[in-house]
């Protein structure tokens, strides 16, 4: 192995937009919100010049969008956890760091509230 192969390398995607129904107060549940997603994740990378050889950024648009279209979802919490398990279906991501903000949780007062997840192989 000489010194310049990556082993690992963080594909991310940050500042993905996407109107997703979620909330536990009753003035959330029937109406989309937006909210802003940042994904890390974790994968083998080489030398490759290849697509085929690497993650593509297009699958972690999909799944956030994917889980927004998927319905109602009570909490931020859990909308990060399906994310980041969508994510892990590819085998070669080993760790993945999903963070969602959702901009009129306290707005006026605040730009943003979230929460960040962190999920991974055993």
């Given at each position: 192995?000489?010194?310049?192969?990556?082993?690992?390398?963080?594909?991310?995607?940050?500042?993905?937009?996407?109107?997703?129904?979620?909330?536990?107060?009753?003035?959330?549940i029937g109406r989309v919100q937006p909210l802003?997603?940042?994904?890390?994740?974790?994968?083998?990378?080489?030398?490759?010049?290849?697509?085929?050889?690497?993650?593509?950024?297009?699958?972690?648009?999909?799944?956030?969008?994917?889980?927004?279209?998927?319905?109602?979802?009570?909490?931020?919490?859990t909308f990060a956890h399906r994310v980041a398990e969508r994510c892990l279906a590819d085998p070669r991501v080993s760790r993945a760091r999903v963070r969602v903000e959702k901009p009129l949780a306290l707005a006026p007062d605040a730009v943003a509230a979230g929460v960040e997840v962190t999920l991974g192989r055993l």
């Open positions: 192995m000489s010194a310049s192969q990556v082993l690992a390398s963080k594909v991310f995607v940050t500042g993905v937009k996407v109107q997703a129904e979620i909330g536990v107060y009753r003035h959330e802003i997603v940042d994904v890390e994740l974790d994968v083998p990378t080489g030398a490759s010049d290849r697509l085929a050889d690497t993650l593509n950024y297009e699958t972690i648009l999909a799944a956030a969008q994917t889980v927004a279209a998927e319905g109602h979802i009570a909490l931020v919490e």
